[in-house]
Nanobody, 124 residues
Framework: QVQLVESGGGLVQAGGSLRLSCAAS????????MGWFRQVPGKEREFVSA????????HYANSVSGRFTISRDNAKNTVYLQMSSLKPEDTAVYYC?????????????????WGQGTQVTVSS
């Protein structure tokens, strides 16, 4: 089992940048595929990005491709989401998630463990 805690959210102007972090506790962080998702009130949680166990394979939603970068440091049990050129439509609660399989996927139901989320607000 793994516990996830996100940090780094906040208020930023459009065009700005933020870096989210997700610290994992528990064993064998490197055995999990890690993902980032986001959700706004009244809408379903949507996929943002995912990264393979080694970090060598990444996957992005079309809406963030070219602006966001996912990475991980297995020695620090942490996954990151570097967000640049932020837009007001990026405003959401961002969640970190862990999947014990091997597939780098955007499917929400594939992820077994979730953090509590961190709010990102982008002002216009």
């Amino acid at each position: 089992q793994v516990q996830l805690v996100e940090s780094g959210g906040g208020l930023v102007q459009a065009g700005g940048s933020l870096r989210l972090s997700c610290a994992a506790s528990g064993r064998l962080f490197s055995s999990y595929v890690m993902g980032w998702f986001r959700q706004v009130p009244g809408k379903e949680r949507e996929f943002v990005s995912a990264i393979s166990r080694s970090g060598g394979n990444t996957h992005y939603a079309n809406s963030v491709s070219g602006r966001f970068t996912i990475s991980r440091d297995n020695a620090k049990n942490t996954v990151y989401l570097q967000m640049s050129s932020l837009k007001p439509e990026d405003t959401a609660v961002y969640y970190c998630a862990a999947e014990s399989g091997a597939l780098v996927t955007g499917r929400t139901d594939a992820y077994h463990y979730w953090g509590q989320g961190t709010q990102v607000t982008v002002s216009s």
